[in-house]
């Protein structure tokens, strides 16, 4: 008999809704993610996601449904829930008149966590803290505060760490250190939920992406796969001769010419390959010069998805 071992779930919602003022705002979402996951919500602005983290962070009362992490009910486990939990609110909240080092230091001991300096000095070290260990909060600069944020998030080493929008308005050598930063955690075992409006790094980051609309969970599906499935390919045909309407029978691939004609542009549906039409064209006496294709990512899933532009 072959044993299988599943990857136990980190997170696990069920029909989860929300109302503020009796306008639903969460409406009955359900997803879970399995330990060792790097997950990304994404969704426009409005769609749910904040709440969504706020009600698993449990900063904002559950409407209804459940939300258990690591098999323990946010609600009645709370106390356990809360120790492997570390959630960097889109907010940016710091505490004013305490150093960076004072504060990492009273946080651990908020999660009843002892001390730990060395796991202290290497958060510090990467989140390019140290110069500023001993400046009171007030005075740093906004890029920094979101830094702190994240350290403070790890400080007593949740096993899974929420990131609502931790890049925004962040610099974007700062946006790839901590990404870095935050795929390493990850190596090392914490399991990840993030939302950002960059859905490049989504692409790049997130194994899978779930995409909220309207309080609805609206996609669910492996990163990879998703794009696999909607993406267009377009392809560019390089031309001998230049043409000065596109090939007739051409319609299902929305052709158009640029570049006085010697360029050809066709939108590949997903899933299929070039070659078919490549044939085509060349059987009817086309000469082609050369071949490029462009495969479409996340940002374009997720305005056909949403109908709405990305960040
Ligand atoms: N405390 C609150 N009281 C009333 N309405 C709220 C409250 N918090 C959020 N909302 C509303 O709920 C809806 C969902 O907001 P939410 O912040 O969850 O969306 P989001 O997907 O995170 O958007 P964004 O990307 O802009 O952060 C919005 O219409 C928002 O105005």
Not at 70 to 86: A, E, V
Not at 169 to 194: K, P, S, Y
Not at 198 to 214: K, P, S
Request: proline share 4%; with cysteine.
């Amino acid at each position: 008999m072959r044993l299988y071992i599943r990857a136990m779930d980190a997170l696990v919602i069920k029909k989860l809704c929300k109302s503020f003022d009796d306008v639903p705002v969460v409406k009955g979402v359900d997803f879970a993610i399995k330990e060792g996951e790097i997950f990304g919500l994404l969704g426009p602005n409005g769609a749910g996601k904040s709440t969504t983290i706020n009600m698993i962070a449990g900063v904002v009362r559950l409407g209804s449904g459940s939300i258990t992490a690591f098999g323990y009910d946010n609600q009645k486990d709370y106390r356990y829930t809360r120790r492997m939990l570390g959630v960097v609110h889109q907010e940016i909240v710091i505490d004013n008149f305490f150093t960076v080092n004072q504060a990492l230091r009273m946080h651990a001991g908020y999660y009843g966590v002892k001390d730990d300096p060395a796991w202290r000095h290497l958060l510090v070290d990467r989140l390019g803290l140290k110069p500023h260990l001993n400046k009171v909060m007030l005075k740093l600069s906004g890029g920094l505060k979101r830094r702190f944020m994240i350290a403070k998030a790890l400080i007593h080493r949740p096993r899974l760490l929420i990131l609502d929008e931790p890049t925004a308005g962040v610099d974007v050598e700062l946006r790839h250190g901590l990404w870095a930063f935050v795929r390493e955690i990850n190596q090392q075992g914490t399991t990840i939920l993030l939302t950002t409006h960059y859905l490049e790094e989504a692409e790049q980051m997130c194994d899978r992406v779930g995409i909220m609309n309207h309080g609805e969970l609206i996609a669910l599906e492996n990163t990879q796969a998703l794009i696999r499935r909607l993406a267009n390919r377009q392809l560019s045909l390089w031309l001998d001769n230049p043409l000065l309407v596109p090939p007739a029978g051409l319609e299902q691939y929305s052709p158009k010419l640029k570049e006085e004609g010697m360029l050809l542009l066709l939108h590949l549906p997903s899933g299929e390959g070039a070659g078919p039409v490549l044939r085509k064209l060349t059987e009817s006496g086309m000469r082609i010069r050369d071949v490029e294709t462009e495969q479409s990512g996340l940002e374009e899933i997720f305005i056909h998805l949403t109908g709405l532009e990305g960040g």
